[in-house]
C-alpha cells in the first residue's frame, strides 16, 4: 500500500497528538469550570492545563501504536507512516511533561495531583491494555479524576475546594467509556484484521458496528445529560 504524501514535520507532530479529541475534552473540561463559576484566569489555566494533558496521551498513543497502526493500514497516523518519528514523540511528551507538571499544580495542589493521575491514566491506555477486554479502564478512570480536579481547583499551590460528589465521579468514569467506544468506532476493522479483542471490538462483534455506534451515542448523551443535572442539583463539590 502506498502512502501519503508526507506533510511537514510540524504539522505531523500536531497530527500524532489527536488535536481534535484533546480539544473536544479540553473544552468540555473548561465548560464544566464556567458554569461552577471559576474566575476567567482560572478558567483559562483550566483549559491549558488539560489540553497539554491530553496531548501528551495521543503523542504517546501513536507512539506505542505505529507498529499496529502500519499493520491495519492506517494512513492517517503520521508516526506509522514514519511522518515523524516515534523517538521524536517520546522526547516531545519528556518535554511537555516538564511543562505539565507545574501547571497541574499551578491549579492548586491536590487539583493538580488529581490531574497527573487522570494523564497517568490516559498514558495507561497506551500500554498493552488497550487491546484487551479491559481498554475501557482507563478511560474510565482518567475521566472520573477530572471532577476532583475541578472541584479541588485554584489559583496557585496549596488546597482549594472540596471533594466532589461520589455521582458526578462515577458518571464522569462512565462518560470515559463511552468516549473510548466511539473513538474506537473508526478502528473496528483494522483492529479485527490484526486479531486485536478490545472492548469495543468485542460489543461490536456480538451487536454489530451500527447497533453499537447508537448504544455509544445513546450512552455518551444520556451520561453528559445526567452530569449536568447532578452539576445543576448539588454542584460538583459536596
Not at 473544552?27 to 497539554?52: K, S
Not at 476532583?148 to 488546597?159: I, K, Q, T
Not at 451487536?207 to 452539576?231: E, F, N, P, Q
Request: glycine share 14%.
Amino acid at each position: 500500500m502506498s502512502k501519503r504524501k508526507r506533510p511537514g514535520f510540524a504539522l505531523s507532530l500536531l497530527r500524532a497528538s489527536h488535536p481534535g479529541e484533546s480539544l473536544v475534552i479540553a473544552v468540555g473540561v473548561t465548560l464544566g469550570a464556567v458554569l461552577i463559576g471559576r474566575p476567567l484566569r482560572e478558567v483559562a489555566l483550566v483549559f491549558a492545563t488539560v489540553l497539554l494533558g491530553r496531548l501528551t496521551a495521543g503523542w504517546l498513543n501513536d507512539a506505542a501504536d505505529r507498529r499496529r497502526d502500519a499493520a491495519a493500514g492506517r494512513l492517517d497516523k503520521p508516526v506509522a507512516q514514519g511522518w515523524v518519528d516515534g523517538g521524536t514523540v517520546t522526547f516531545t511528551v519528556a518535554c511537555a511533561t516538564c511543562v505539565l507538571v507545574p501547571l497541574s499544580i499551578s491549579n492548586g495542589t491536590v487539583a493538580g495531583v488529581a490531574h497527573l493521575l487522570s494523564v497517568l491514566a490516559a498514558w495507561a491506555y497506551c500500554t498493552r491494555i488497550k487491546t484487551t477486554r479491559l481498554s475501557f479502564l482507563p478511560w474510565a478512570i482518567s475521566f472520573a479524576l477530572l471532577p476532583a480536579f475541578l472541584s479541588y481547583g485554584g489559583w496557585g499551590g496549596g488546597v482549594h475546594g472540596g471533594p466532589p460528589t461520589v455521582l458526578m465521579t462515577v458518571l464522569a468514569g462512565l462518560l470515559g467509556v463511552g468516549v473510548h467506544v466511539i473513538l474506537a468506532l473508526q478502528d473496528l476493522v483494522g483492529d479485527n484484521r490484526i486479531g486485536l479483542r478490545t472492548f469495543p471490538l468485542m460489543i461490536a462483534l456480538k451487536i454489530g458496528a451500527g447497533k453499537l455506534l447508537v448504544l455509544s451515542g445513546v450512552w455518551t448523551v444520556a451520561v453528559l445529560g445526567g452530569i449536568v443535572a447532578a452539576g445543576l442539583g448539588p454542584g460538583l463539590t459536596q
